[in-house]
T-cell receptor, first 112, second 118 residues
């Protein structure tokens, strides 16, 4: 059983559209990370959020950490083909702050 | 390039053979982690080191698996008597704990070693 549930599992959109990926849990996290992974490569860290209600922006990407620190979302505005990839959320809990627990990922495909 | 590096990138072996993977973390990072990722899943934690000390091993890490970080720098992961179920991507990550910019989950991953057991 995975600690973090991601939805949707797959997302295919046209270039220029917006998308949102969700990451939910019944557990409280001390930190939450979003990674993007290309086929055959390791995950690349996009952002870390640690405070409930925190919002971070990275160009066209907006990340939000839920007030209760149990959920997070990733919103991409005006998606481009270069945004295609597997998006993974991962969190740490206070008692195990060294261990990242990952969701299963959301595969995003942006069509030109 | 000063990121995490892993070697080899790909390994194909026959069932029953031993394999060893190497990970070189970001030089100033004191923590090093090993994860395993199978198709369609997120990475799963295997073990981690704080400097040269191995502080936790997951239940996923059977007796056939051993990891070392002898001088607190690079690490090796050895799998003895490989089985087909060991086929996966093995990922290494590192982080700086206690520093101003590190900690609290900010782990940086290498490109991984893809293991195929025939």
């Amino acid at each position: 059983t995975q600690l973090l549930e991601q939805s949707p599992q797959f997302l295919s959109i046209q270039e220029g559209e917006n998308l949102t990926v969700y990451c939910n849990s019944s557990s409280v996290f001390s930190s939450l990370q979003w990674y993007r992974q290309e086929p055959g490569e390791g995950p690349v860290l996009l952002v870390t959020v640690v405070t409930g209600g925190e919002v971070k922006k990275l160009k066209r990407l907006t990340f939000q950490f839920g007030d209760a620190r149990k959920d997070s979302s990733l919103h991409i505005t005006a998606a481009q083909p270069g945004d295609t990839g597997l998006y993974l959320c991962a969190g740490t809990i206070l008692s195990n702050d060294y261990k990242l627990s990952f969701g299963a990922g959301t595969t995003v495909t942006v069509r030109a | 390039d000063t990121g995490v590096s892993q070697n080899p990138r790909h390994k194909i072996t026959k069932r029953g053979q031993n394999v060893t993977f190497r990970c070189d973390p970001i030089s100033e990072h004191n923590r090093l982690y090993w994860y395993r990722q199978t198709l369609g899943q997120g990475p799963e934690f295997l073990t981690y080191f704080q400097n040269e000390a191995q502080l936790e091993k997951s239940r996923l890490l059977s007796d056939r698996f051993s990891a070392e970080r002898p001088k607190g720098s690079f690490s090796t992961l050895e799998i003895q008597r490989t089985e087909q179920g060991d086929s996966a991507m093995y990922l290494c990550a590192s982080s700086l704990e206690g520093g101003q910019t590190g900690g609290r989950g900010k782990q940086f991953f290498g490109p991984g070693t893809r293991l195929t057991v025939l």
